[in-house]
């Protein structure tokens, strides 16, 4: 957590650093770190809040969590964002657990 405070100071001068945020919480995530991974995908959405792959990373992150809507409200986002991204969110396992949920089918269908 101490490195994502210390990376915190440097983002604010290099907004560009989105990216990095995004990569550094898949990182977390890949480690079944998923508050640092949630922390992480935060700030890239703070520096940059229509990143969709940090989008989609933290949709998936509160699938986990099993907060549904709030992980498609992100979904939601990132397909506004990207309609092409639609069919990746369509094809991911990672959203599983949302596939008996109406709005999640209304989203990607």
């Known amino acids: 957590m ?12 290099r907004p560009d650093l989105a990216v990095l945020w995004n990569n550094k919480g898949a990182e977390f995530f890949r480690n079944n770190r998923f508050e640092e991974a949630k922390a992480a995908f935060n700030q890239a959405k703070v520096i940059k809040p229509n990143l969709v792959p940090a989008l989609y990373n933290l949709a998936n992150v509160y699938v986990i969590e099993g907060k549904r809507k709030e992980a498609i409200f992100l979904l939601q986002k990132a397909i506004e964002t990207d309609p092409n ?25």
């Not at 396992?93 to 269908?109: A, E, G, V, Y």
Request: glycine fraction near 0%; hydrophobic fraction near 30%; proline fraction near 0%.
């Open 2 to 13: 101490q490195a994502i405070q210390s990376d915190a100071k440097v983002s604010k001068k």
């Open 85 to 109: 991204f639609k069919d990746t969110v369509k094809k991911s396992s990672c959203f599983d657990k949302l596939r008996n949920d109406q709005d999640f089918m209304k989203l990607i269908n």
